[in-house]
């Protein structure tokens, strides 16, 4: 047994003042004469034992409670072999406040449990304490400590959140404030332990002890919206686009009856009803059509009960108002390309001769053709590598008059193949990807007698770390192959675009896709949707006319996000300052320049959670000696955290004794008589 106040103990040295005392006081006796005292002398010695063995008794009944009293205050314990814990105490409680703890365990959702747990963690720790409230939010607000007053005050102010963080980056959180402090250091956890966040295995040291409180309810069933995409990269106007969902039915029972339906610009569309196996996925295909061009704001949702943030899916569509493509040219323009775009709506092709380049207009353009061009300059070379990097398309047909060296410096300097020798003998092409975005769907079934190109005049392509085969002859050799720069594609044809060496131009199978998809592939927003979090960049394309230009976006709230212009492009840092899943409209001024839809992380929509017997096998060697705290002892935090912090505590029961032995003295005092 040790004590944590010990000094108390001093005060037993008084409780021999009582004792010399009654030792040491003689009583004086006066003489009282009587004719016969026979009797009295055996009288007189039978009460004067009595009266002894009372007074002793009393005596030793008024020790017992004063020392039982003074041990009390020096608070004894029973050490439970961990270092006692004195000074200054430093806490740091954890509320998960996830969409997941919205889940009711009779009724009373799980947040309001961790709140209340989190308040008697505070109670339970002296007025010189320092805490701090940490949620799944990690505001900047959280990194300071705060008095007992002002964290109860943060723990009432917790509403649930969208945000969800693994709960390695919470610990690691509240581990950057720990480590420059000096005191006893202890952090609280409480939460569902949902095995989408449980990952301690990552942090490999904490400067302050870990206890977990799981708070759980029964397996919930819940099926999800995992996610939505585009069969194809860009939306196309009066033509069927094709959505992918993806659905998990995430409970161990089967999914009946999910609705599934897509809201379109107001209007609602029911698509199909299925029912889900457990634990299984689907993904279904919904058909839109896009009668206009600009922005479409859609909604696909599904009925599902009782876990609800997960059945709708916000997306925008952007089908671009017009496709233009540069055709830079040596001699004279291709007819079969001016053919090609002028026969299409919304698209359009502008003509510009090497001598003449308007290297400024680059950026308006969506696919630059370099049409047998003798050579690339070395300002050309630069002017193309700064649009591609930027997320534009170059397509490159060499001149068959020139050698490899006249482009190589700039297919280096993209980080594409390279030409290597030039051939004069026949090539043809043998296999199309129809994998790869440029002939995906484009064929239902790819004939065997479907005229393919043939090459007389061609150079051999060799290299090229991130490139693809669009097209391949039958020797295995590139045709045409696609090559990944920066936010950018570079698109380069072994031969030139002349029907005199190529006869690509007339094969209007493969000539007109494949350009046409070069053209498509990336136009305006390819992103339809972003999922919620605090590390959130838009880019977009910069409208700044001036420098203290200032981009807004409206939505739910409205906002200034952080904004950097690079080049032609716009990025804006949306920080934390969106917490609810919708559509959101960037403003330059009062213009709509552009529409971006928002989701909430999927990460909790399986709700399946490690229970608190499995929390320490899945800990693993569990280095950082993580403690779990279990129901029971949550019912009783105080002296739960009191056993925890100081061993198994015994002032009450000697507050207990010092009672007891109060009322042995007053039965002897007032009852010895009448025994």
Known sequence: MQFLYPYFLWTLAALA????????????????????????????EETSNRNKLKELLILLSRLLAFAALIFAFAQPFIPTGKALKEGNQLISVFVDNSYSMTSAKEDIPLLDYAKDRARQIVLSYGDETKFQIITQDLLGKHQRFLSREDALSYIDEIQATSLVQPLSKVLLRQNQLMKDENGNKSIYHISDFQESIFDYGLVKDSFAEINLLPLQTNQVQNVSIDSVWMENQVAMMLQPNKLLVKLTNHAPQSAEEVRLSVLQDGQEKPIN???????SSTIDTIPVVLKSRGAHKLTVKISDYPVQFDDEYFLVLNVPDSIIALNIYDGAPNTYLNALFEGLSYFGIQNQPVSQIQYQSFSKYNLIILQDIPAISSGLASELAKYIKE??????????????EAYNTFLMSVQAATFQNKLTVSSEVSRINTEEFIFKDVFNQIKSNVKLPKTTTS????????????????????YLGKYKSGNGILYLCASSLSEEVNDLVKNAEIFVPMLYKMALSGVGNNVISYTISNKTVIETKSRQLSGDQVYKMKGENEFIPGQKVLGNRLMLDVGDQIRDAGFYDILSGE???????????RRESNMKTISSGDIVSNLGENPLGIRVMEESEQADMANSIAIKDKGITLWKYFLLGTLFFLLVETFLIRLWRKV
């Open 17 to 44: 003042v009582p004792i010399i005392i009654h030792l040491f006081y003689f009583k004086r006796f006066k003489k009282v004469y009587f004719s016969n005292v026979k009797y009295l002398k055996e009288i007189k």
């Open 273 to 279: 009803i299925r029912s889900l196996a457990p634990g």
């Open 391 to 404: 997320g534009g398309k170059v397509v490159l047909f060499p001149s068959a008059k020139s050698g490899p």
């Open 459 to 478: 150079f051999s392509i060799r290299g090229g770390v991130s490139g693809e085969n669009i097209l391949t002859n039958r020797d295995g050799s590139t």
């Open 591 to 601: 213009e709509v320049m552009e529409t971006v839809a928002f989701n909430y992380d």
